[in-house]
Structure formats: structure tokens, C-alpha cells
């Protein structure tokens, strides 16, 4: 599976983005996906993760809990990431990952197996 995250850029605190990531194979389908993210000088940290079925449960950090929105459409092999109400603390890259297990709630990065390459949010107060 290759993963392509895009949709980042630079807002005022209090917009909205929504990233997309873009997954080959059909195998995607069957992968539970996670997004992540790392601020300037932090480790890369969990944000929200969801199962292989679009009408799955979802889990996210703390931080993002109320504003931020995983969803997937597997017709597409698309899985988004819905960011409103963004804070200067928001900023970062967000990566997009698969987890081949589809039944595990993952989210320790050594439990995906694909990654994005990254994109850049950046949030101005």
C-alpha cells in the first residue's frame, strides 16, 4: 500500500482544513487507518484512528477530541482528516497510516506498516 497525504497549508487560528490521504491497492480496504502528527522540535504523536469499515468506531488524542474528524470512503481508497476550530498548537506535519490489522486499535507508530509522506499544517494566531 502507498499512502499520499495532502490538504495541508497555512490558516488563522479558529478555520477548518481537511487533509486527504490517497491509498493504492485493495488491499486498503481492509486496513485500519491512523493519522498522526509532529509539531516543530516534538515527537511525532497519535491524532486519531478508525477501522477498516466506514462506519467504524473512532478514537482520537486528547488534544484534537471534539475538533478533529477521521473518516474514510474505501469506493475511493480516500481516508480524510477534518480539523475545525485549529489552534497554533495544531501546527504540524500530519501523516496518514496503515495498520494491516484491522482489529487492533493502534496507536504506537511501530504498529502501522505504511506511511504518507507528510503534510505541512501551519496555524497563525
Known amino acids: 500500500v502507498q499512502l499520499q497525504a495532502s490538504g495541508g497549508g497555512s490558516v488563522q487560528a479558529g478555520d477548518s482544513l481537511r487533509l486527504s490521504c490517497a491509498a493504492s491497492?485493495?488491499?486498503?480496504?481492509?486496513?485500519?487507518m491512523g493519522w498522526f502528527r509532529r509539531a516543530p522540535g516534538k515527537e511525532r504523536e497519535f491524532v486519531a484512528h478508525?477501522?477498516?469499515?466506514?462506519?467504524?468506531?473512532?478514537s482520537y488524542a486528547e488534544s484534537v477530541k471534539g475538533r478533529f474528524t477521521i473518516s474514510r470512503d474505501n469506493a475511493k481508497n480516500m481516508v480524510y482528516l477534518q480539523m475545525n476550530s485549529l489552534k497554533p498548537e495544531d501546527t504540524a506535519v500530519y501523516y496518514c497510516?496503515?495498520?494491516?490489522?484491522?482489529?487492533?486499535?493502534?496507536?504506537?507508530?511501530?504498529?502501522?506498516?505504511?506511511w504518507g509522506q507528510g503534510t505541512l499544517v501551519t496555524v497563525s494566531s
Open positions: 497510516a496503515a495498520d494491516q490489522d484491522r482489529s487492533r486499535y493502534a496507536v504506537a507508530q511501530y504498529e502501522y506498516d505504511y
Open positions: 491497492g485493495r488491499a486498503f480496504r481492509s486496513y485500519s
Open positions: 478508525m477501522y477498516w469499515t466506514e462506519s467504524s468506531t473512532t
